[in-house]
């Protein structure tokens, strides 16, 4: 069975850095788009970042300028990288692949394969 596995997250003051690393065993990889998806409590998940298979990269507004999501489908792992946290990027981070991509969406419905979560806090 595929699975993405994530790993990365953590505690942080505001203007601080994490990198979160989403890694998966399926040789298949570099034919997903991935993306990462987050969920604030109390509130329903949204989009934060997509690579596509041709390496295309896509942002929520909120975050362009301060994340950077990329991959290596050499050893089969997505990565988000992010700088000057806030406190309003708290929540859990999820990393998702569309494993049968058309176009990059940011539909979390698009999406066929989930991590389990990681949990991102930025303290103020």
């Known amino acids: 069975q595929v699975q993405l596995v994530e790993s990365g997250g953590g505690l942080v003051q505001a203007g601080g850095s994490l990198r979160l690393s989403c890694a998966t065993s399926d040789s298949a990889f570099s034919t997903y788009n991935m993306a990462w998806f987050r969920q604030a409590p109390g509130k329903e998940r949204e989009f934060v970042a997509a690579?596509?298979?041709?390496?295309?990269?896509y942002y929520a507004d909120s975050v362009k300028g301060r994340f950077a999501i990329s991959r290596d489908n050499g050893r089969n792992v997505a990565v988000l990288q992010m700088n000057n946290l806030e406190p309003e990027d708290t929540g859990i981070y999820y990393c998702?692949?569309?494993?049968?991509?058309?176009?990059?969406?940011?539909?979390?419905?698009?999406?066929?394969?989930w991590g389990q979560g990681t949990q991102v806090t930025v303290s103020s």
């Open positions: 998702a692949g569309d494993l049968n991509p058309d176009f990059v969406t940011t539909n979390s419905y698009e999406y066929d394969l």
């Open positions: 690579i596509g298979r041709y390496f295309g990269t």
